[in-house]
């Protein structure tokens, strides 16, 4: 009786074993991380580095510096995390950089003025 009381333990453990290592055994789905589209357009008299019209996962920090042409100053962003600061942005001469973080689809906008109009 000992025996065959013995030989059942083994061989249950020895199922409930194999079935665990089956190739068969679900495995979670990673769930592809949430992503959003930023939409960068600029008015005339300038233009926006780098180009970053594209989709990004959630929460990627995006910095574009805005750059005018010959006769252009920046004037403001619209649509950026840096909307409200005072038009003294700074990456250059004349340049403007802004950061956008990435956490719905975002248009940014531009916007570039004639260096006499003030």
Do not use: H
């Not at 357009?41 to 233009?47: A, K, N």
């Not at 970053?52 to 403001?76: C, H, M, Q, S, V």
Request: net charge neutral; glycine share 6%; proline share 5%.
């Amino acid at each position: 009786m000992k025996n065959i009381l013995r030989d059942t333990i083994l061989i249950s453990f020895l199922f409930l074993f194999i079935n665990s290592c089956s190739k068969d055994a679900s495995v979670p789905e990673e769930q592809a991380p949430t992503q959003y589209t930023l939409t960068v357009t600029t008015s005339e008299g300038g233009f926006v580095t780098p180009d970053a019209n594209r989709t990004y996962d959630a929460g990627a920090l995006i910095t574009i510096t805005a750059t005018p042409n010959e006769g252009y100053k920046f004037d403001r962003f619209s649509g950026s995390d840096n909307d409200n600061k005072p038009n003294g942005c700074w990456a250059g001469p004349g340049k403007c950089r802004t950061s956008i973080k990435m956490n719905s689809n975002r248009d940014v906008q531009v916007f570039f003025k004639l260096s006499a109009s003030e």
